[in-house]
T-cell receptor
Framework: DAKTTQPPSMDCAEGRAANLPCNHSTISGNEYVYWYRQIHSQGPQYIIHGLKNNETNEMASLIITEDRKSSTLILPHATLRDTAVYYCIVRDPGGSQGNLIFGKGTKLSVKP | SQTIHQWPATLVQPVGSPLSLECTVEGTSNPNLYWYRQAAGRGLQLLFYSVGIGQISSEVPQNLSASRPQDRQFILSSKKLLLSDSGFYLC???????????FGQGTRLTVV
């Protein structure tokens, strides 16, 4: 089972920041938080990951709370092409090396 | 740079027919390899993973099998397809635990 909880859907206006929340209250000390997105009928695309510090790359920023029980993915200036399902994932320590267990994600709709 | 190839992109097969989907990775050695399935409107389910040649682990009991005959080749098979095998099949790879995974573009299988 997925170890994260995300809202099923969100809307965002084009050009505005999209803030996607994720709860992972049972995360353990060595587990990383990963974010992927899946545009319709394509394979998931890696966005960003982090352990405890906030992270930023060319696609997004990841804010992890101090207790690591939740995080937020921020797309600073959402475009129509950012419309996708966004998955927040924590690595499964009971599975194989490097397994990623996907939940249902958040469907982000960016509107003009 | 590393690339992952998955084929075919779409496939329509009759019930009871065999299946063989192939995935290859270029530009890296000894990758972890994964097969996921995504049923219509649902999240990704991990089916198989492999940490080396001939080493296959199954996450869920099912009508499918996987093989890894070469370091960068991962094959998903079935002797007799069921209607419930329809879905979007994705191959993925990563280098090691806690590293990001890269996905292929997927194969959309329809069993009729």
């Amino acid at each position: 089972d997925a170890k994260t909880t995300q809202p099923p859907s969100m809307d965002c206006a084009e050009g505005r920041a999209a803030n996607l929340p994720c709860n992972h209250s049972t995360i353990s000390g060595n587990e990383y938080v990963y974010w992927y997105r899946q545009i319709h009928s394509q394979g998931p695309q890696y966005i960003i990951h982090g352990l405890k510090n906030n992270e930023t790359n060319e696609m997004a920023s990841l804010i992890i709370t101090e207790d690591r029980k939740s995080s937020t993915l921020i797309l600073p200036h959402a475009t129509l092409r950012d419309t996708a399902v966004y998955y927040c994932i924590v690595r499964d320590p009971g599975g194989s090396q490097g397994n990623l267990i996907f939940g249902k994600g958040t469907k982000l709709s960016v509107k003009p | 740079s590393q690339t992952i190839h998955q084929w075919p992109a779409t496939l329509v097969q009759p019930v009871g027919s065999p299946l063989s989907l192939e995935c290859t990775v270029e530009g890296t050695s000894n990758p972890n390899l994964y097969w996921y399935r995504q049923a219509a409107g649902r999240g990704l389910q991990l089916l198989f993973y492999s940490v080396g040649i001939g080493q296959i682990s199954s996450e869920v009991p099912q009508n499918l099998s996987a093989s890894r005959p070469q370091d960068r080749q991962f094959i998903l098979s079935s002797k007799k397809l069921l209607l419930s095998d329809s879905g979007f099949y994705l191959c993925a790879w990563n280098r090691a635990r806690n590293t990001e995974a890269f996905f292929g573009q997927g194969t959309r299988l329809t069993v009729v």
